[in-house]
């Protein structure tokens, strides 16, 4: 397994090239389907035996650095809404510290890892469902009907909210208008996510920013950006702080394997074709649920385990 | 003369004052070793082989224990609930209970009763954190709490050893994940159930290196540990898209 090394928050040794070939096999897929990852990397450190908790923890101050330079590159380039992004991020921060607080209250009850592995199996119950179904439909051809009449509903919901709520304003950048409610309570909802998950909130929002909020697309994945990296800056500070959780190390083995695998994912990606790699990728998170879904479900090999970890 | 009678009785039994001093069951010859003394666990710690010896004479039974540093435990008790989910249904804690519990019987374990009287096996616990009239609930937790650090490799009883000419030595695996402090090694020897002779000694792990300052900052000043994390997150996305983006260009 070659070298290992010693997380000193986990307070476990682990072989470097197990942590780092999941970095970069999350990495992988993240190129390969252009998804941020985090959603599957931090069940998968779980199963490894990584404390749940500071498997979140860790895996959003990872998010932090791969999310670092792309959210770079699109301010350079003039592709984030500021404007909105800072609308963002204001939930963010506030989803953020609630996250935290929440998931202090579940450890000084000593329920943090059983609370994280039931959010971690329905949501990915959830995504791979819609994957699998959603990649099924495109193998099959229905998809872009089944799309079609759902755009013709998504405008009507959408003008409604936008009518009822307040703080109606313009975001000249994404050339849309509508109440400052809807990116804060999007920003909140991704800032809990954030804490309790260790996600980056992309699988969320990118599809709420352009079905929901219907900014352009070339807005929409540089302000995502923007929003996650500042996020994750804040909850890797407060769950340090609140719940000593993050792990400097892990997060950078992890890293060091995720921007490889993501680079190489990337180049995959042009070539292969995507519907059948899309159900691949379904089949993997389904998998990952039944595996932490069977933990909770099959009577445990030893009956107690310790509040907050030794 | 006479006064100085008194004293006699006194200079008679000089010799045997030191015999007062120490516990009535300590080695005489104070033979055990513990190798090494001092663990340093730096980046790259995966555990240390910590190796006990001791002379032993034919015919005893020689038990070596390493006690880790004791902490206040809060133990879980799982149960199902609306017949499907395992989750928490009680709480048991325990207090000043040992990190680690490593137990090696040369040539052979003595009887589980003797063990117990001299604290040699983890049951023996039960006595100190079990008082009298616990609750059930405390008893499945104290259960629970032995097979979980014996799959930890923390707990667990061994008969195991080898034996050079008067001495006997046996080897212990301290695992990864057992914490830093003053750990305790015990010999007690053994004539059948009578015990014969009880030595102890002390080692030390250490957390040392990067692994100690970042352990000591973590716990100690959490607001600058955090900051480290995102200044050190940021610092190396920006680079890593930096070699990346130098890589594209050189491909064009």
């Known amino acids: 397994m070659g070298p290992w090394i010693y997380m000193p928050v986990a307070g476990m040794s682990v072989p470097i090239l197990l942590i780092a070939g999941l970095g970069m096999l999350v990495g992988f897929l993240s190129g390969l389907f252009g998804v941020g990852g985090g959603f599957l990397l931090t ?53 953020g510290t609630v996250g935290v607080q929440v998931v202090k209250v579940l450890r000084a009850a000593g329920e943090a890892d059983f609370a994280i592995t039931i959010v971690y199996i329905v949501m990915l119950g959830g995504i791979g469902a819609y994957m699998f179904r959603d990649s099924l439909q495109e193998l099959r051809g229905t998809k872009v009907r089944i799309r079609a009449s759902r755009e013709a509903v998504r405008p009507r919901v959408r003008g409604r909210l936008a009518e009822k709520l307040p703080l109606v304003m313009d975001f000249p950048r994404s050339g849309v208008r509508f109440s400052a409610l809807l990116p804060f309570s999007l920003g909140i909802l991704v800032g809990i996510l954030s804490a309790i998950m260790g996600v980056g909130g992309g699988f969320i929002m990118v599809p709420v920013m352009v079905y929901l909020l219907r900014m352009p697309m070339h807005v929409v994945v540089g302000t995502s950006l923007f929003q996650i990296c500042f996020t994750c800056i804040n909850v890797t500070v407060q769950q340090a702080v609140y719940n000593h959780t993050v792990d400097i190390l892990l997060a950078m083995t992890l890293l060091v394997g995720s921007v490889v695998g993501a680079q190489v994912g990337a180049k995959v990606s042009r070539r292969l074709r995507g519907e059948q790699l899309k159900i691949l990728m379904a089949l993997l998170i389904l998998a990952t649920m039944v595996k932490m879904l069977l933990g909770v479900v099959l009577p445990p090999a030893v009956p107690v385990s310790l509040a907050g970890g030794h | 003369m006479r006064a100085a009678r008194p004293f006699l009785p006194a200079l008679l039994l000089l010799p045997l004052l030191p015999l007062l001093a120490v516990p009535a069951r300590a080695a005489e010859d104070g033979s055990l070793r513990v190798e090494p003394r001092e663990v340093g666990a730096g980046l790259f710690y995966h555990g240390a082989e910590i190796r006990m010896t001791a002379r032993v004479p034919p015919g005893e039974t020689a038990v070596f224990a390493l006690l880790g540093p004791e902490r206040d435990l809060r133990l879980k008790i799982k149960g199902r609930a609306g017949g499907i989910l395992w989750v928490s249904v009680g709480e048991a804690r325990f207090r000043a209970v040992p990190s680690v519990f490593l137990v090696r019987a040369w040539p052979g374990l003595p009887p589980p009763e003797a063990l117990r009287e001299a604290g040699m096996i983890p049951e023996s616990l039960e006595a100190r954190l079990l008082p009298a009239g616990a609750r059930e609930e405390d008893r499945t937790a104290f259960r629970g709490m032995l097979r979980l650090f014996e799959r930890e490799e923390r707990y667990g009883v061994v008969r195991e050893g080898e034996r050079r000419g008067d001495e006997v030595s046996v080897r212990f695996r301290l695992v990864a994940g057992a914490p830093a402090g003053e750990y305790r090694a015990r010999l007690v020897r053994f004539a059948g159930s009578r015990i014969t002779a009880e030595e102890e000694a002390t080692l030390v792990v250490r957390r040392t290196g990067l692994e100690a300052a970042m352990s000591n900052l973590a716990e100690e000043n959490a607001l600058w540990y955090g900051l480290l994390a995102v200044v050190v997150a940021l610092a190396a996305g920006l680079f890593t898209g930096w070699v990346f983006s130098l890589g594209k260009k050189r491909s064009r």
Do not use: E, W
């Open chain 1, 43 to 95: 069940p998968l450190l779980i199963m490894i035996g990584i404390p749940p908790t500071v498997a979140a923890a860790s895996d959003a101050n990872q998010i932090v650095a791969a999310s670092a330079s792309g959210t770079y590159a699109h301010a350079r380039a003039g592709t984030v809404d500021f404007k909105m992004g800072l609308l963002l991020l204001l939930g963010g921060v506030v989803g």
